[in-house]
């Protein structure tokens, strides 16, 4: 059986996540961590990470940025693996996570489903032979209107599965209203879209002359990315310190 803690366990994908593991017969939430307590679960909850008091396998967290600190700090301190799955983290917060990963197990992934996982190897297969016939590339991503940070880290990630495939050769361009030239062909732009409970869109156009590709992803449901981060986390528990990714567990 798999202890997990859950860190977010109150918001929109803890509590996704409460639901898929109260039917799982090989792993349990034994903790969960959120500043707001207005929901009633059936494990102990409490309101930051240093006062949990309860051992476990591996955390999973869907939280916020500003707590990646404190959860690092507590991952490295108490040997625990973590499945990391915030996005709008800081520069100097991904060299924490590095740093972290050298004294226990980190998974960091911007998007926990099978979907956007084999559409990012599927990108580093097209991009090669498309960005050698001139083709534009561009990311649009929608989500609900609660969502924090943009552009969304998957969408950051699908650019860098195209840019790993391009000898880092792409910049990204997130924002086009104060210019006044044409694109330049090693630009991919990045657009964000915010509305309703739009769960997560991202569409990747490849603009070639007169014909267009679009690569698009469609998330219908949280149990998406729930269940690859229960996936994730069994996969993790026991694991040595290192940096992994969700193309270790798909
Ligand atoms: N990798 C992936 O596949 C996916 C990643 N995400 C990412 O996961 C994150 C959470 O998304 P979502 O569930 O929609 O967001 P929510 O805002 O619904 O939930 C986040 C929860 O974390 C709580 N929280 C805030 N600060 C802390 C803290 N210091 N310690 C513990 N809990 C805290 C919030 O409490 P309060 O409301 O009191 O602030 C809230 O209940 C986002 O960054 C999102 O982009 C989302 C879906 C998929
Ligand atoms: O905040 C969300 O909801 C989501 N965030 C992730 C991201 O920023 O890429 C993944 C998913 O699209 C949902």
Known sequence: MTKI?????????????TGLLKEDPEAEVVAGVDGYTGIANNYPVF???????????????FSNAKAADGLLDYCVRTKTPVVLCTTGLS???????????KETAVLKSANMSLGINLLMKLLKEATPTLAAAGFDIEIVEKHHNQKLDAPSGTALALADSINEASDGAYHYVYDRSQERKKRDSREIGISAVRGGTIVGDHDVIFAGTDEVITFEHRAYSR??????AIQ???????????????????
């Open 47 to 61: 309101t930051t990470i240093d006062e949990c008091d309860v051992q476990a396998d591996v955390v999973i967290d």
């Open 91 to 101: 520069e100097e917060q991904l060299v924490k996570v590095e740093e972290a990963a």
């Open 5 to 17: 803690i859950l860190h977010g366990c109150n918001g929109r994908m803890g509590q996704m996540l």
């Open 223 to 228: 149990a998406v990315f729930g269940k690859g």
């Open 232 to 250: 994730a986390a069994k996969f993790l528990a026991g694991k040595p310190a290192g940096r992994y990714d969700m193309s270790d567990v798909i």
